[in-house]
């Protein structure tokens, strides 16, 4: 395992023993919004210059080095049509399928990807992003679907 996924794995423990902790304190729902402050501020940090290409594929397309550099193995599909900017963002490995196991969870789905999925949406509300597939579910990858209506001229 190379160094850069090492730094994810430990992100990742960091994350589910803090909404474990959360969790137990607090309950699901306030350990959920207190996970949530500040979080969508930093997605504006990092994903704030990528959507701010002509359409959502370019900034995809830029994140796959990043994404395949931690040990993900990403493709994205553009699937713009009838005025809306589209993409999927389709991961091949997710690193965090053991990881969650350790803080007594049976997916990471909740404490990773929909976490991101909810500070994306409040960071860039005229963006829409959904999970339609999960590794943790069975299928073979996790697809992501990111929408916005499509810039002038597009």
């Known amino acids: 395992m190379d160094n850069a996924n090492v730094v994810l794995i430990d992100a990742a423990r960091k994350k589910f023993a803090r909404f474990r902790e959360l969790t137990d ?5 306030k350990a959920w919004e207190t996970m949530l402050e500040g979080f969508p501020e930093l997605q504006k940090q990092r994903m704030g210059p ?3 290409l002509p359409t959502l594929i370019e ?3 830029q994140s796959i080095p990043i994404f395949n550099s931690i040990g993900m193995d990403m493709v994205a599909v553009d ?3 009838r005025g809306i900017d589209a993409a999927l963002e389709i991961q091949k490995v ?4 053991d990881v969650c196991r350790e803080f007594g969870y049976e997916t990471p789905c909740h404490v990773i990807c929909e976490l991101d999925m909810e500070a994306s949406h409040r960071a860039f509300p005229e963006m829409k992003g ?5 590794q943790a579910f069975g299928s073979p990858v996790c697809i992501f679907k990111y929408e916005r209506p499509a810039k002038k001229g597009r």
Not at 25 to 29: P, S
Not at 94 to 97: A, G, T, V, W
Not at 130 to 134: A, D, H, N, P, T
């Open 94 to 97: 997710c690193p965090y399928l």
């Open 79 to 81: 699937i713009s049509n």
């Open 130 to 134: 959904e999970i339609l597939c999960r």
């Open 59 to 61: 900034g995809f397309m």
């Open 50 to 52: 990528l959507l701010a």
């Open 25 to 29: 304190r607090f309950g699901e729902e």
